[in-house]
């Protein structure tokens, strides 16, 4: 092959990559617009579909923690299932059934409550009235550092 083929080709290897537009102009000037996830929801919407609310599925999980494992089959089986229901049910079928459902019992009822007491060792807390004074002069912060002796000076 001669230094002449060589250059020739490698000119139109690279006439192959660079694009068919110029600089700043859309490669794909009437694609595909991207849909927005207001327009979604407001297309679900008309096809009928409902938000659900936190206690639509708390009630979910808590019916699922009640069903036998024949029904929960059929809901993971059935296509027209929400996907919610189908998830949950295939996980609960898994391996780790437990933890889904002591995960789904945290969600629908909500973690034991735990009381941390770390500064008051059961005491209850005891709050002083605040009182504030304003001082005119030097004489007068004198007069109130003998009434008060723990205010701190101006050096610490």
Do not use: C, H
């Amino acid at each position: 092959m001669s230094t002449e083929q060589e250059t020739s080709g490698k000119a139109k290897r690279l006439a192959n990559l660079m694009p068919p537009w110029k600089k700043g102009q859309s490669g794909n000037p009437k694609g595909r617009k991207p849909l927005s996830i207001k327009q979604t929801i407001r297309d679900l919407k008309k096809e009928g579909y409902q938000e659900p609310t936190q206690d639509d599925i708390a009630k979910m999980y808590k019916y699922m923690l009640t069903l036998d494992e024949p029904r929960i089959k059929e809901i993971v089986a059935d296509k027209s299932q929400p996907m919610l229901n189908r998830i949950v049910g295939k996980n609960i079928l898994g391996g780790k059934g437990f933890d889904i459902m002591e995960r789904m019992i945290d969600r629908a009822i909500g973690k034991v409550g735990q009381k941390l007491d770390i500064t008051t060792q059961g005491e209850k807390l005891k709050q002083e009235p605040l009182s504030i004074r304003f001082v005119a002069s030097k004489e007068d912060l004198a007069k109130l550092e003998q009434e008060v002796p723990d205010i701190p000076d101006d050096d610490s």
